[in-house]
């Protein structure tokens, strides 16, 4: 009985004095609404690692305004659009003072407007749809490069150096990103004297693609490379199906191409000749990168996952700066300082937002895999 | 051309078997307690991560393997039917129905729990990666392994039920069972039985799916046990042949719609699929090889 008095004071104590101190120096609150499940699971988990390990990096070096503690409440969505609103208005109900989050397009236009209602400011770590700004509004502010950007990168690269001329393009036709993706794709390849010979379609969650590769098969002319527009979860399985139907042509896509599944689904054997581009930072000796990658180790016992581990960190690393130059996390006067934003060093490279339409001007990486193995081949950077 | 056609039927095969692996073990289960299972599909997600962890574990040969698979899949099947549905036996046949989500969500759940929601890649022996070109049409060993897998397990089934003492005491219990249990047939065996067969074979088809495909998760178990339901409903539940056929008429359903209309429908499949569902049913209520089925609920 005596123990249980004692034991009932001593968690009372550490309350209080938890209260006390969480009451000396409040803690600024990010919202860091993720898919941490389903489909999206192996974009936006990495994403969170990295915001939660650039939170943890400030907090250790003292904090930001004068001592106060930055954390980041991470928010599970589940690959849902319904979670995601949810999840969005369990966020702003926590008093937090900028959201950040999501690899893909569709889940920020089920979140970000909410935000953009109670003018709290948006930071996308990974979606990259050149219209979100335009879309959600003045607090709507994009880590990556835009669609745009990445399609023509992997298109120039597609004509210029793989000398591909004709090309198949299959597209997930669940989802904004993957449908923007394409488009833009199509549109430079066209405009570089290509032929576009074959479209085909399939959705996020589709496991078998045996039809649309005995049509890929039979295409004329015979295509050079295929350009699949697709997020983590199908692009192992497309590239295993594809190379073990005995089709050897050129896999190129985007940065939903960016995942570990690219290589280890096929297997090293299987695993060649994918092209995809991505955000800069693997194989990238700047300072940032090298800090980067050393301290993600250090935390998760592993090398980044992806470039969506970078661009989580860089998600929160932005808002940190802004909240240091405006030296408050008053939303209007945050939403300016991070519009005002210009040449931040991120992992994935500089963001200014000096572009009318919002999107930062981000050099791209084009990765190609082989036997399994991931080289930086080039990097593109925009003209404007 | 003709190749193409060719190369899309033994794609719609290879799906159809796949399906076919999973549907039969459902139907088999529903046959006999007229409970749908929809925990089914996970049990097809435990058969796949119990084989990648006994691939990754040790030099194990597949054959043993899949001996192995199929009796994890069975002791889980019996786990489950001991602890959830043999205390609600005499209820109401949706209590069982939806005891059956709350068993596929706590398994989906679990998964996400112990093994984390990332796919992970599924390892596979070279042999079965084997790439046979035949004409115009090309396949792997892995995919004619399912198709001999699904179509022999079929015929054991079959005579089981037929033939054997265990199959007479099922077809005893399925008609009633409490007649059954009158006559001294020991029902919680039997269905317990019933149980381990159907889900050893659940765990043998999450084998396959993780070989033919190379990436699982803890939630693929879904879209499997959705299709095996489709498959079982449209070959007339209960009816293991009903759910082959029903099986293969998926699969090359699937494959055919997308392979024949142009490409810019080939993201309807599954609407495609639900669609025929709702027709077949509308046609023939009882499925295609279903018999008139008396509703005890």
Redesign the interface.
């Known amino acids: 009985m005596k123990r249980t008095i004692f034991g009932t004071f001593a968690v009372l104590f550490m309350v209080v004095c938890f209260t006390v101190a969480s009451m000396a120096a409040e803690p600024i609150k990010l919202g860091a609404l993720y898919n941490l499940t389903g489909g999206m699971s192996s974009i936006d988990a990495p994403s969170l690692n990295g915001a939660k390990l650039q939170a943890k990096l400030i907090n250790e070096s003292g904090g930001l305004l004068g001592g106060r503690m930055l954390e980041v409440i991470g928010i599970d969505t589940k690959t849902d659009q319904k979670a995601t609103a949810t999840g969005a208005k369990k966020a702003l109900s926590k008093g937090v003072v900028a959201g950040l989050g999501y690899g893909d397009t569709t889940f920020v236009m089920a979140s970000a407007p909410l935000f953009q209602a109670k003018g709290i400011p948006f930071v996308t770590s990974g979606a990259t749809h050149p219209e979100l700004p335009k879309w959600v509004g003045n607090c709507m502010f994009m880590t990556p490069f835009g669609d745009d950007d990445q399609s023509f990168a992997i298109a120039d690269f597609a004509y210029n150096k793989l000398k591909a001329r004709n090309v198949v393009v299959w597209t997930d036709n669940s989802m904004d990103f993957t449908k923007a993706l394409s488009k833009f794709f199509k549109q430079r390849f066209k405009e570089l004297g290509g032929k576009v010979v074959l479209e085909d379609f399939f959705m996020m969650g589709d496991k078998d693609f045996s039809a649309q590769i005995a049509r890929l098969k039979a295409a004329s002319p015979k295509p050079d490379a295929v350009f699949i527009s697709a997020i983590p979860n199908e692009a192992g399985l497309t590239v295993k199906q594809i190379r073990e139907a005995g089709l050897s042509l050129a896999i190129v896509s985007g940065d939903g191409f960016d995942t570990e599944l690219v290589s280890t689904v096929p297997g090293p054997k299987l695993a060649n000749d994918v092209y995809f581009a991505t955000h800069t930072y693997r194989e990238d000796p700047r300072p940032e990168v090298v800090a980067f990658v050393k301290a993600y180790e250090k935390e998760y016992g592993r090398p980044p996952e992806n470039a969506f581990a970078p661009l989580g960190y860089d998600a929160v690393g932005l808002i940190a700066n802004a909240i240091k130059k405006a030296g408050t996390t008053e939303k209007v006067a945050l939403r300016k300082a991070l519009a005002a934003t210009m040449g931040y060093k991120g992992v994935t490279g500089e963001i200014s937002y000096t572009r009318p339409s919002g999107v930062p001007m981000k050099a791209v990486a084009i990765v190609g895999v082989k036997n399994g193995k991931y080289d930086l081949l080039e990097t593109w950077v925009p003209e404007k | 051309?003709d190749?193409?056609i060719a190369?899309?039927l033994l794609?719609g095969l290879?799906?159809g078997s796949m399906y076919a692996l999973v549907a039969i073990g459902f139907t088999m289960i529903y046959g006999i307690i007229r409970l749908i299972n929809f925990a089914h599909g996970d049990i097809v997600m435990i058969g796949a991560f119990m084989t990648l962890g006994l691939v990754i574990s040790g030099k194990i040969s597949f054959p043993v393997i899949i001996i192995l698979v199929f009796i994890g899949g069975a002791l889980m099947g019996i786990l489950i039917e001991r602890v959830a549905f043999r205390p609600m036996r005499g209820a109401p046949q949706v209590t069982g129905f939806i005891t059956s989500l709350a068993i596929s969500i706590l398994l989906q759940n679990l998964g996400?729990l112990l093994l984390?929601?990332?796919?992970?890649?599924?390892f596979c022996p070279d042999y079965l990666?084997t790439?046979y070109?035949l004409g115009p049409v090309?396949l792997?060993a892995i995919d004619l392994g399912i198709v001999v897998t699904a179509v022999v397990l079929m015929i054991f089934l079959v005579l089981l039920v037929r033939f054997t003492r265990l199959g007479m005491a099922m077809r005893a219990t399925a008609e009633n069972l409490n007649v059954a249990r009158l006559m001294g047939i020991n029902i919680n065996r039997t269905i317990m039985l019933a149980f381990a067969i159907g889900s050893g074979l659940a765990g043998v088809a999450g084998m396959m799916w993780g070989g033919k495909?190379?990436?699982i998760d803890p939630?693929l178990g879904f879209?499997p046990g959705l299709k095996a339901f489709v498959a079982a409903v449209i070959g007339g539940v209960g009816s293991i042949p009903g759910a082959m056929l029903g099986a293969y008429l998926l699969g090359f359903g699937?494959?055919?719609?997308?392979?024949l209309l142009p490409?810019?429908?080939?993201?309807y499949?599954?609407a495609f699929v639900f669609t025929t569902l709702i027709m077949i049913l509308l046609v023939l209520p009882n499925g295609l090889l279903g018999g008139k089925t008396e509703d005890k609920a």
């Open positions: 051309m190749g193409y190369q899309q794609n290879i799906l996400i984390t929601a990332q796919p992970r890649n599924f990666q790439i070109h090309s792997r495909y190379g990436q939630l879209v699937e494959v055919l719609f997308v392979g490409p810019i429908y080939s993201s499949r599954d």
